[in-house]
């Protein structure tokens, strides 16, 4: 759609996609300051201590994030090069894409993978998981998505990492969160959790740009180990370990305080370049107020916020004649609805009619999010208002008002 003329102006337009998301006002308002000084000053090592205390409040972790720049991909990456090295069997589950990824990124870090592909709209049983590891006894690491954005479906990690705990104490648990954290609770210790990446771009409402990744002193214990280190620095986790361990010293702070990254169990096999990677002071900044933002209003605020909001879509699609992909709504996430259309129905034309007529822009294949602070009514009951107005252009039968009525009915009732 970039270079076509909207019809709408664009201060009038508003994001519903599933990422980038809008930038919250907060975090608007700190990246807009100008920068009087450099990272190694006074300023930013606060900022970013207080950044991961935060992240851990939310995360519900003792381990310290790396705050690794580039997409939420580099952060994936990053823990499969750490954690998978030749012939490392690796169970990986499919439900869209973003597993699919995960897939890749196992092989490419020279995993042997063993795949749980499912059909569109399911969430994987932890029975299934369970069956393949008693199978195969070989099966070194476990990675799933936990929001997959591509069907609007959530994955149990809770269960899974409850399981894997008690039955399966030895194999690496890695969780891609990137869609899902910040919009649905999460508790990295209590389950289990050794690799979790996220990034601030979706249900935190920051700038793309940051890949956060937190490992368990258990992934710590294989990345030291490696038999093979991976051939690279900035991806390398053992690189965010030594910028933790040292960096934060040589910004005037200590090290060992609560917050930062734990020090280094053992010295890195390979020299290191003069200059080492470091965070970006903009987006640390940026993410900071979006985090103080989340945590003023309430953790559990924000995110009934956003499972209301869902819910509310999803009562409109249904009053409107459609419906969700997700299997069940037990499964459907709460930050991402992919509307279920009918087959003469063209998601790429719903999308393009939206945003170029009325201003409304969605993810491909017809996805809504309802993410971070645009979770609440106007934003939502304006979208269903448009995709009411676009469906029935489209030729899809709609009672004017339907979809809105009943969204407006889930907001009364659950707010």
Same mark, same amino acid.
């Not at 620095?233 to 390398?236: A, E, P, Q, V």
């Not at 809504?368 to 602070?373: A, E, H, L, S, Y």
């Given at each position: 759609?970039a270079g076509?003329?909207a ?9 519903m ?8 006002p ?5 990246i807009g300051?100008?920068l009087? @000084?450099?990272v190694y000053?006074a300023?930013?090592? #606060?900022? #970013?201590k207080e950044t991961?205390?935060?992240l851990?409040e939310? =995360?519900h972790t *003792?381990?310290?994030?790396m705050?690794i720049? +580039?997409s ?7 823990a499969?090069?750490g954690t998978?090295?030749s012939?490392d069997?690796?169970l990986?589950?499919q439900?869209?894409i973003f ?5 890749e990124? /196992?092989?490419?870090a020279? +995993? @042997?993978?063993?795949v749980? /592909?499912?059909e @569109? ?5 932890p029975?299934?998981?369970r069956? %393949?590891?008693?199978d195969?006894p070989?099966?070194?690491?476990v990675?799933?998505?936990h929001?997959e ?5 959530l994955n149990p990690?809770e269960a899974i ?5 008690d *039955?399966f104490?030895?194999?690496?648990? =890695? ?5 899902s954290f910040?919009g649905v609770e999460?508790?990295?210790d209590?389950?289990?959790?050794d690799?979790?990446?996220?990034t601030p771009q979706?249900c935190l409402?920051?700038p ?11 992934a710590w214990d ?5 038999r093979?280190?991976p051939?690279a620095?900035?991806?390398?986790l053992?690189?965010w370990r030594r910028y +933790?361990?040292?960096?934060? /010293?040589? =910004?005037?702070?200590?090290?060992l305080?609560k917050g930062r ?7 890195h096999?390979?020299?290191?370049p003069?200059?080492g990677?470091?965070? $970006?002071?903009?987006l ?7 985090l103080? /933002?989340i945590m003023? @209003?309430?953790p559990e605020?924000v995110?009934?916020? %956003? ?10 699609l249904r009053a409107?004649?459609l +419906?969700?992909i997700a299997?069940? #709504?037990?499964s ?22 939206l945003f170029?007529?009325?201003g409304?822009?969605l $993810?491909?294949l017809?996805r ?6 645009m979770a609440v009514p106007?934003?939502?009951?304006r979208t269903i208002?448009?995709?009411? %107005?676009?469906?029935g252009e489209m ?7 339907t979809?809105v009525a009943?969204?407006?009915?889930v907001?009364?009732?659950?707010q």
């Open positions: 759609m076509e003329q019809a709408v102006p664009a201060a009038q337009r508003i994001n996609s599933c990422g980038q998301t809008p930038l919250s907060a975090c608007l308002a700190a300051q100008q009087v @000084e450099p000053y300023h930013y090592p #606060e900022v #970013e991961c205390l935060m851990k939310l =995360m *003792e381990n310290g994030p705050l720049p +580039g939420a991909v580099y952060g994936l990456e990053a499969m090069l998978v090295e012939g069997r690796v990986t589950v439900t869209g597993g699919r990824l995960l897939t990124l /196992a092989r490419f020279g +995993g @042997e993978t063993t749980i /592909a499912l @569109e709209g399911q969430s994987v049983d029975e299934t998981i069956t %393949q590891l008693v195969d070989e099966i070194k690491q990675a799933l998505v929001c954005t591509t069907t609007g479906t990690i990492g409850r399981m894997l705990k *039955e104490p030895h194999v690496i648990y =890695m969780v891609d969160c990137v869609s910040g999460v508790r990295v209590d389950w289990g959790i690799l979790l990446v996220t979706k409402n920051a793309q740009g940051l890949a956060i990744v937190v490992a368990s002193e258990k294989k990345i030291e180990n490696l093979n280190p051939r620095m900035c991806l390398d053992h690189s +933790g361990m040292e960096g934060g /010293a040589a =910004m005037g702070y200590s090290t305080e990254v734990p020090r280094a169990g053992k010295p096999p390979r020299d290191w003069v200059h990677p470091h965070a $970006s002071y903009t640390v900044v940026g993410l900071h107020a979006s103080k /933002a003023d @209003e309430g605020q995110y009934r916020r %956003q499972f209301v909001a869902s819910r509310a879509v999803h009562a409109a409107l004649g +419906g969700i299997a069940t #709504e037990a459907a996430a709460p930050v991402a609805t992919r509307i279920a259309l009918p087959d003469h129905l063209d998601a790429a034309e719903l999308n393009r009619i170029e007529k009325r409304i822009a $993810s491909s017809a809504i999010g309802t993410m971070g602070f106007p934003p939502v009951l208002s448009a995709l009411e %107005q676009t469906l030729g899809w039968e709609v009672e004017e008002g979809g009943a969204a407006q009915a907001f009364d009732c659950l």
